[in-house]
């Protein structure tokens, strides 16, 4: 549905994306994450013909961004980070006036504008005038533009950045229930954001893309090894000592009465063998569990650590009005 191939943007000797490729597939909703500065905004705005590219390719629908952009555009639906409405109009008006530059036929118009309300949950403001919305009913406006010709993909720039907790909440199940129907790429720096929507995670920073897969196999990739968690009565060094020359394990650290039983990777599964191995230590096992990592470690370390071995590539999202 969306593809990306070998894309980049370069402001002089600088560059904002630096060969990006990548996919998306029918029905997906996908989240394109990394920190501000990263190229996700320049790289959005090159998709949806804001901009052109300095070199690569991209289509979308079969159709190619730059040689074919008005098909493009009638098979995309853009929500830019800042909404763009129109305060001094209605939200019906608005929604209307956006339909037609959509090229939705006459005769639908007030049918595709009636059941992106419904869709987006605007019926309440329907006949108020945008510029008195609260900055949520503003965003629902913005996104109801960009679903009103019922596109086959949407193109989603920092969908929820400065709603309130019940606003993103409200967004966030809006965007989840768009999946099937429509194939969303959406951008954000914001981590539980792709959490909370996404299928497929894109992470990239200073304009390259560092790891592309679903959260479960990224959180597994990221993992040196599977880390066990057991509190005991009794930690004693004999104990320990123990632990730390069984068979697949590369390090036992204590805290207090809490362990951490770092493995080796692709070790088979050993815990009851762990367990067995306290018990006639006489440990004393009070809890036993497995320690996950989170999606804030698993960014950290792929913004940081990967890119280190990667050539030097300085963003210039901030340049020439290039987006975040």
Same mark, same amino acid.
């Given at each position: 549905? +969306?593809?990306?191939?070998?894309?980049?943007?370069?402001?002089?000797?600088?560059?904002?994306? !630096?060969?990006?490729?990548?996919?998306?597939?029918?029905?997906?909703?996908?989240?394109?994450?990394?920190?501000?500065? $990263?190229?996700?905004?320049?790289? %959005?705005?090159?998709?949806?013909?804001?901009?052109?590219?300095?070199?690569?390719?991209?289509?979308?629908?079969?159709?190619?961004?730059?040689? /074919?952009?008005?098909? #493009?555009?009638?098979?995309?639906?853009?929500?830019? &980070?800042?909404?763009?409405?129109?305060?001094?109009?209605?939200? @019906?008006?608005?929604?209307?006036?956006?339909?037609?530059?959509? /090229?939705?036929?006459?005769?639908?118009?007030?049918?595709?504008?009636?059941? #992106?309300?419904?869709?987006?949950?605007?019926?309440?403001? !329907?006949?108020?005038?945008?510029?008195?919305?609260?900055?949520? @009913?503003?965003?629902? #406006?913005?996104? $109801?533009?960009?679903?009103?010709?019922?596109?086959? =993909?949407?193109?989603?720039?920092?969908?929820?950045?400065?709603?309130?907790?019940?606003? +993103?909440? &409200?967004?966030?199940?809006?965007?989840?229930?768009?999946?099937?129907?429509?194939?969303?790429?959406?951008?954000?720096?914001?981590?539980?954001?792709?959490?909370?929507?996404? /299928? !497929?995670?894109?992470?990239?920073?200073?304009?390259?893309?560092?790891?592309?897969?679903?959260?479960?196999?990224?959180? $597994?990739?990221?993992?040196?090894?599977?880390?066990?968690? %057991?509190?005991?009565?009794?930690?004693?060094? &004999?104990?320990?000592?123990?632990? !730390?020359?069984?068979?697949?394990?590369?390090?036992?650290?204590?805290?207090?009465?809490?362990?951490?039983?770092?493995?080796?990777?692709?070790?088979?599964?050993?815990?009851?063998?762990? +367990?067995?191995?306290? =018990?006639?230590?006489?440990?004393? =096992?009070?809890?036993?569990?497995?320690?996950?990592?989170?999606?804030?470690?698993?960014?950290? /370390?792929?913004?940081?650590? &990967?890119? *280190? *071995?990667?050539?030097?590539?300085?963003?210039?999202?901030?340049?020439?009005?290039?987006?975040?």
């Amino acid at each position: 549905m +969306i593809q990306v191939s070998h894309l980049t943007k370069l402001y002089g000797p600088r560059a904002a994306v !630096r060969d990006l490729s990548f996919e998306v597939n029918q029905g997906e909703i996908v989240g394109f994450l990394g920190p501000n500065g $990263a190229g996700k905004s320049t790289t %959005m705005k090159i998709l949806t013909g804001f901009m052109p590219a300095s070199d690569g390719k991209a289509s979308i629908c079969g159709y190619d961004v730059f040689e /074919q952009p008005l098909e #493009v555009k009638r098979n995309v639906g853009f929500l830019p &980070e800042t909404p763009p409405v129109y305060p001094e109009m209605s939200v @019906y008006d608005y929604l209307e006036f956006s339909a037609r530059l959509h /090229q939705v036929p006459k005769l639908q118009v007030s049918t595709a504008v009636n059941t #992106v309300i419904d869709k987006v949950a605007l019926g309440e403001v !329907r006949k108020r005038l945008i510029g008195n919305l609260s900055k949520g @009913y503003r965003q629902r #406006v913005g996104l $109801a533009q960009s679903l009103v010709h019922n596109p086959k =993909v949407l193109i989603l720039d920092e969908p929820t950045v400065g709603l309130d907790p019940k606003q +993103i909440i &409200e967004i966030r199940e809006l965007i989840k229930s768009l999946s099937g129907d429509h194939t969303v790429i959406l951008s954000s720096h914001i981590l539980p954001e792709v959490t909370a929507t996404c /299928q !497929r995670i894109i992470v990239i920073n200073k304009g390259q893309i560092v790891a592309e897969d679903t959260l479960e196999h990224l959180t $597994a990739r990221m993992k040196k090894g599977l880390i066990y968690s %057991m509190v005991v009565k009794n930690p004693s060094k &004999e104990g320990l000592e123990s632990l !730390r020359k069984m068979d697949g394990i590369s390090q036992v650290t204590a805290h207090g009465s809490k362990l951490a039983i770092e493995m080796k990777s692709g070790t088979p599964e050993i815990r009851d063998k762990i +367990i067995e191995m306290a =018990v006639q230590r006489s440990m004393g =096992v009070l809890e036993f569990s497995v320690e996950k990592i989170s999606l804030e470690e698993i960014f950290l /370390q792929l913004t940081t650590i &990967e890119t *280190s *071995s990667q050539p030097a590539s300085h963003s210039a999202d901030h340049s020439q009005g290039a987006g975040v």
